[in-house]
Each structure stands twice: as C-alpha cells, then as structure tokens.
C-alpha cells in the first residue's frame, strides 16, 4: 500500500506526519518504507536519523551541439517546447537546466549535430532508520526541475508491506509526481483560512488524477471549524484531528520524534493507523485493536 501524504501549503504538519506514521507503523510490526520526495528540501531524516547506506547520483539527458556539423536549419529548436534548445542565426544556444529530456531534438537533426550527455541534478540517498527503509532525494542548488528525480527516488525497490511518501508541498508538478500511483493521499491542513484556500487547490488536483484521498487536521483548535464544514459539504473524510499542542513544536525543535515525545500525538496517530488498516485489511494483517486504543 502507497500512502502519500501531502499538503496545499508548507507548515501544515506534513513531514511530521508522515515520519512518525511510518516510526509507529514499523513499531507495530509492518514492513515500512518511508520516501522523502521533497528533494528541495528534505528533512524527514533529521527525525529518523538513517544510516545511509547507499548514495548514487541522479542525472538527465541534455543536448550538445557539434558546430562543425551543424547546418542551422532550426528544427531543434522549432520541436523543443520548453526552449532549451535555440538557433539564433549561425548559432545555437542550450539550456540544459530548461531540457526535459524528450530526445525531440535529437530525432529531427538532419546533420547528426545533437548528441545527448548526462549532466547530474541530484543525488539519491538510501538506507535504514532502524526497522524502517528509508529513501530520499536531495536535488543539487539551482536546478530548476526536481520531477525526474523523484520519479527516480520513487521507482526505487524495497520490498515493503507500506510506503510512506513525503510529498513536497502545495500542488505544482513536483507534488503531481509524488502522490502519483498512490493508493491513498492524506492531505495535511490546518483550521486556517490559507489552509482551507490550499486545502481546496490540493483537493481539486488529486481529484483531477481520480486518487482516493482523506484529509488530516493538524493543529484543530486554533482557528474555525471552516474545513470541517468544506469537507462535509464535499463529502471528504476526515481521518484525524490532531490538536494544537506546544509540546509537538518542541519535539519538532529538537528533530524527536512526536510520538515518542507527546503520549496523546501517538494516540491521535494510532488511531489514525488503524483506520488506514481497516480501509486496507489484505494490505495489513497484523492490524490488532490495540492501534484503536
């Protein structure tokens, strides 16, 4: 079972979580995987603390030009829909940080001008954080696409009973290709009126892919009961409300872990865990009733 759990808005709670429901998940027996695809900015590790195993770099096709050969007829850049590639009179510029690495221009090249070289944009991290697999990918500074990478970071094996997803948040190509092939996407919101403006772009994208989808409400308590009235009226489930509590914040301060810190967060994610269970038995047989606990 994939289980991406992702937001409209940054701050909402997403990373914490996704994190400590894979730490209480692996603690009740299941095999985990948890997928950091905020390669931006990743931080689930600075909860989990993994021993990185395996490090690899991540790269992209892009085109170089042989002047020599090059005839200037303009195709390559008549075919490229995101202007990496451009013939401007007796010259043709590139922009490998624009290629999305279609082979377009390759293809049309009358002289064999265009070859295509690796150029790496990111490194890809994995390892184990106790019982739980751990993956994320970090994308170098300045590059300008991070889909391809995370496409890598998530097709990469392991075996796991559950994955945990880490989505990057609000709702640009970058969170369209995390919460993809998912079987569940938890959105993370809070009782604010940007978390309910962000909430509905979020809701309106996963739609948009025909993804089963819930929603949490982190921090309940601070603001108005406006999101609970959104999702009633778009018939959207809430699987848990989890309230404001300073103790959290702490515990995130500090890179602990909420369930270890806070008694009544890990209930909040226990009960939470038993209904993912129970909407997926065949996906968890050890579910008990100790998680409704």
């Not at 994939?2 to 979580?17: E, F, L």
């Not at 810190?261 to 997926?280: D, I, N």
Request: charged share 25%.
């Amino acid at each position: 079972m994939k289980i991406a759990v992702a937001s409209g808005k940054g701050g909402t709670g997403k990373t914490i979580i996704a994190t400590n429901l894979a730490w209480l998940a692996a603690q009740k027996g299941h095999s985990v995987a948890y997928v950091d695809c905020d390669v931006e900015e990743p931080n689930g590790h600075l909860f989990l603390k993994p021993h990185i195993e395996v490090t690899r770099s991540i790269g992209q096709l892009h085109p170089v030009v042989d002047d020599q050969k090059c005839i200037h007829c303009g195709l390559c850049g008549e075919i490229c829909q995101y202007s990496a590639i451009v013939c401007v009179g007796q010259r043709v510029l590139v922009y490998p940080e624009l290629c999305h690495a279609c082979g377009g221009c390759t293809l049309v090249c009358r002289s064999g001008a265009i070859k295509e070289v690796l150029r790496e944009t990111g490194k890809l991290e994995a390892g184990t954080a106790g019982p739980i697999h751990f993956i994320h990918g970090v994308l170098n500074i300045g590059e300008a696409m991070s889909t391809p990478l995370i496409r890598q970071v998530k097709s990469e094996p392991m075996g796991e009973e559950l994955r945990i997803i880490d989505c990057p948040p609000g709702t640009s190509c970058p969170v369209i290709e995390s919460v993809r092939g998912a079987d569940k996407v938890l959105l993370v919101t809070e009782p604010t009126p940007f978390g309910l403006n962000d909430l509905t772009l979020a809701v309106e994208m996963v739609k948009a892919m025909e993804l089963p989808l819930a929603v949490i409400l982190n921090r309940a308590g601070i603001g108005d009961r406006k999101v609970q009235a959104y999702c009633r009226d778009a018939d959207i489930e809430i699987l848990a409300e989890i309230p404001d509590d300073r103790r959290v914040a702490e515990a995130y301060s500090k890179g602990i872990l909420a369930c270890e810190a806070v008694p009544e967060f890990r209930r909040r994610l226990e009960e939470l865990l038993f209904r993912l269970c129970g909407s997926e038995k065949t996906a968890f047989p050890n579910a008990t009733l100790e998680a409704a606990r």
